[in-house]
């Protein structure tokens, strides 16, 4: 079956990093069009970056444009998150999801990993 697994979150003082991983397996990972979301307490899940099949395409969100990257290794079956320069407003549980399409529409695809808390000090 499906399985989407991040890791790498974890504690960071603002201005920090952290890289996010999402390792896949269950499906054809080069075929899919993979995302990062984020929710944190009380707000909508959203999209924070995606990154087309072939990894030639990527989108932010304008929040993170210039301080995060994402990159997937298709050899590997997994997508990365490089998260710089934190800020408390970072914080939140982030998932990892896979769709067919690209995320153009900023919407989900029916695959989720379980989420990674990142939490960001003042």
């Known amino acids: 079956q499906v399985q989407l697994v991040e890791s790498g979150g974890g504690l960071v003082q603002a201005g920090g990093s952290l890289r996010l991983s999402c390792a896949s397996s269950g499906f054809t990972f080069s075929s899919y069009c993979m995302g990062w979301f984020r929710q944190a307490p009380g707000n909508e899940r959203e999209l924070v970056a995606a990154?087309?099949?072939?990894?030639?395409?990527?989108r932010y969100a304008d929040s993170v444009k210039g301080r995060f990257t994402i990159s997937r290794d298709n050899a590997k079956n997994t997508m990365y998150l490089e998260m710089l320069s934190l800020k408390p407003e970072d914080a939140a549980v982030y998932y990892c999801?896979?769709?067919?399409?690209?995320?153009?529409?900023?919407?989900?695809?029916?695959?989720w990993g379980q989420g990674t808390q990142v939490t960001v000090s003042s």
């Open positions: 990154i087309s099949w072939s990894g030639g395409s990527t």
């Open positions: 999801n896979a769709r067919r399409n690209n995320y153009l529409d900023n919407r989900p695809g029916p695959y």
